[in-house]
């Protein structure tokens, strides 16, 4: 039987990836997850146990560990604000102490790359700390430290797209002449499975990046080049940090505690001081960013995205029950309304091409984005309907903005009149 896995951190970004890739790899996966439920309509929902699990609860965390063989940690709290650098190193101190008392093998860590000789943000230093709590423990600890991860879903490689498609010219801190190594997304998850089975990744701590050097400003102009956009920076060192995170919460998916402590983040280098990794682990074959920009550009489609909205907490909803968000490069629209006819008919009443059985999409492009409306007819008899809007460049989100409430009226005249076509028919 192959070893149990624990992944936590289950809603997270890079838990999403780990966890389907690790089944594809024939392990057996159990999730666990403050808000386990946000999970099941996740594609590997039925092919994982999951389970609750709260590292600053420790009395949940012996049900989760036990008989696991590795544990993925992949818990950050920035998203509490306030307080998150205490409450990170509580929990790793719990999750430690509990995985030795469960018996556990191996614990495999991300944190981030950053010198901890230097000053650096609360949000660097919180990262490393927590490494360093983890391997205070008995458990075998292997810690990856990354800096900017590149690809679709990334909340730094999302902040470089809202804000590099947005602005012409982009206003920034003095801070984005700071350097760093960034790695593909895939590459991390890359190096998160060959420590399960490398006998030197036991163990001890690699920095991971791509070999090649750049500035915060080049990762955007990249973006922008690959993209098809000339894109002009203008630094402003009198810009407060606070003012920077409410400017990329507001045009960004990225929320505002994360968003404060990423741009105080790069207020440092993050840079390889030691590139044992590449020995240590040769069959990680790195890409270039050029590369996953545009492997990322290509993933700019409804089918090939996350579709975290249909597990989303409240306080994506509007009034009324139509979930809104930004996402992987979209603008999104997402409701739910139960329909008093069978299945075919609501699927007969759908004005598009079929994708796939009950599942239906209508695809528009225009000089300033692509559009999509999609429609899944549920079991129940339940419709949903998103809207996803792709801008390109300034004026894609200006037509966005601008025209927001009659997109809001079409959206709704859409799915009433589907519905009372159904039950008429």
Not at 336 to 359: F, L, M, Q, S, Y
Request: hydrophobic share 45%; proline share 6%.
């Amino acid at each position: 039987m192959p070893p149990l896995i624990l992944v936590t951190g289950a809603t997270g970004y890079i838990a999403s990836l780990l966890i389907p890739q690790l089944l594809e790899h024939g392990y057996r996966v159990r999730a666990m997850a403050r808000q386990p439920e946000r999970l099941r309509k996740r594609g590997w929902y039925k092919q994982t146990e999951m389970i609750y699990g709260d590292v600053t609860e420790p009395e949940s965390l012996a049900p989760a560990l036990d008989g696991v063989h590795t544990a993925y940690y992949l818990i950050h709290n920035m998203s509490r604000g306030h307080g998150y650098t205490t409450a990170e190193i509580e929990g790793a101190r719990n999750f430690a102490e509990a995985a030795e008392r469960a018996g556990v093998q191996h614990i495999i860590y991300l944190g981030g790359l950053a010198d901890p000789k230097q000053h650096i943000a609360p949000h660097m230093r919180s990262r490393i700390e927590t490494g360093v709590m983890l391997q205070q423990g008995k458990v075998p600890v292997t810690e990856f430290r990354a800096g900017v991860i590149a690809g679709s879903g990334s909340i730094s490689f999302e902040m470089i797209r809202f804000m590099t498609e947005l602005f012409p010219i982009i206003p920034g801190p003095i801070w984005l002449k700071n350097k760093s190594q960034p790695i593909a997304v895939q590459n991390v998850i890359d190096y998160l499975i060959a420590a399960l089975t490398n006998p030197n990744g036991q163990d001890g701590v690699f920095e991971i990046g791509m070999p090649q050097v750049f500035t915060y400003q080049e990762l955007m102009q990249i973006y922008a080049r690959i993209r098809g956009h000339k894109r002009g920076i203008i630094l402003m060192p009198w810009i407060p940090v606070w003012f920077m995170a409410f400017g990329i919460d507001l045009m960004t998916p990225v929320p505002y505690p994360i968003a404060y402590a990423l741009v105080d983040g790069l207020s440092n280098d993050s840079l390889i001081l030691d590139d044992t990794a590449q020995k240590a682990f040769p069959e990680v074959k790195l890409m270039d960013y050029e590369s996953t920009v545009a492997g990322a550009l290509r993933r700019l489609h409804p089918l090939k995205i996350e579709r975290v909205w249909e597990s989303a907490p409240k306080g994506y909803d509007d009034s009324s029950g139509v979930k809104i968000l930004k996402h992987e490069g979209f603008f999104i629209q997402h409701c739910e309304v139960r329909v008093h006819a069978p299945a075919e008919k609501i699927a007969a009443a759908i004005p598009a091409d079929t994708v796939g059985e009950n599942h239906f999409l209508r695809h528009s492009k225009f000089a300033f984005g692509e559009a999509w409306m999609e429609w899944r007819v549920n079991d129940d008899s339940s419709l949903t309907q998103t809207a996803y809007f792709a801008p390109r460049g300034t004026w894609g989100f200006l037509y966005w903005y601008f025209l927001l409430p009659l997109h809001r009226l079409r959206f709704d005249k859409s799915i009433r009149d589907i519905a009372k076509k159904a039950v008429v028919q």
